[in-house]
């Protein structure tokens, strides 16, 4: 095994896992390389659902990957541990050492040798600097944010029904900064969250108690996307009666409420930050290799970094060109797993002597979830490059088949088939609302 050549990838992300599946069943399995991935926890939950797991409408205990187990069946090697330094030169990458929850050291420092190296580390939410954010936001980077949102926002709707069930004033204000698809889709969830409670016992709860608003500093909410689809999702926010603040963004972040930039305060007994992301800052220290502002590794077309042709870099951390644009690729889900797709392309390439494959993004247009109210979105025609709207059930069922598609790169279609049908059983047996 050591006379393999190596491939390390750090980052157990939606592209990262998919990447060294393929590789561990097509190298990995023929003993052709030796394939390693390195992350920092021991499951993966596609980060696109983690606003349903932070409002309850998913229990992420049953959409989780082990990446022991998954390594075993798909034939790479799991680590883990967090990155935090790079020697290019002896071709070794630095983790850190891991603690366990008393803090008490499991194992030191230790360093990973590799031949080829793909940094695929995500983002973290970009607050701008944004006095008070990181002191009184909640934030959906990661499963454990998620987890604890959740229990936040429990904790919350039972303070408010207690108050309403004894004749105190209440109210349940909370706000969601940034309104891009975590920020839009969060806002729905939040919506059925206080609907579906008084089902189950909160029954003082009305759902008017809950006030729910959305920010965004540009003219409209989901900036990045066709004035169509912002006009609908407006349209459907409105409907469940989440108030939509656009124009003006926050100068500061307080325990009980934010500041506008026009100095208005409005009370807020929750805050969610979802404006912006940005890379992991250790990135932007890495053995010379060149970031841009927002710390993302920046490659060239066929995601090798600008410094080094034997690493490369994907997905969120990784500021990619398109051709004949000025603009880098999106970080986007569709993204990362078409880079994901191009690199082991290249990777297999390399190990047969061929050339490196150049990464051309495709955008296949975009989905926005409303929770079980309804989906809005575009998806570009292949020949015309045109846009068709579509809304409903179709939607729904478009916007279920991204997540499926993600679950048959990881496991297959069969498995997935059996995967599918326990989500029915389990969505037919247990609570609509997770409830602990």
Known sequence: MDKLHHIVVVGGGAGGLELVTRLGNKLGKRQKARITLIDAVLTHVWKPL??????????????????????????????????????????????????????VEVVPERHVQYDSLVIAVGSTANDFGTPGAQDHCLFLDSLAQARRFHNLMLNAFLRTNHEAKHGQPAQLPITIIGAGATGVELAAELRLASRELPVYGMNSLQPQDVSIRVIEAADRILPALPGRLSAAAT???ERQHVEVLTGQPVSEVKADGVVMKDGTELPSAMTIWAAGIKAPAFLAKLDGLDTNRGNQLVVTQTLQTTADRDIFAFGDCAACPQPDSDRPVPPRAQAAHQQADTLYKTLVNRLEGREDVPFVYKDHGSLINFSRYTTVGNLMGNLSGRSMYIEGKVARLF????????????????????????DKISRAMHPRLKLH
């Open 399 to 422: 916007y279920v088949s991204l997540y499926r598609m993600h679950q048959v790169a990881l496991h297959g279609f069969l498995r997935t088939g059996v995967i599918w049908l326990m």
């Open 50 to 103: 983690l606003h349903e797991v932070a409002a309850g409408s998913l229990d992420a205990s049953t959409n989780e990957i082990n990446f022991r187990a998954h390594a075993r069946k798909h034939h790479y090697e799991f680590q883990l541990g967090r990155m935090s330094d790079l020697d290019r030169e002896n071709r070794q990458i630095t983790l850190e050492p891991f603690y366990d929850n008393e803090g």
């Open 235 to 237: 349209r459907e926010l």
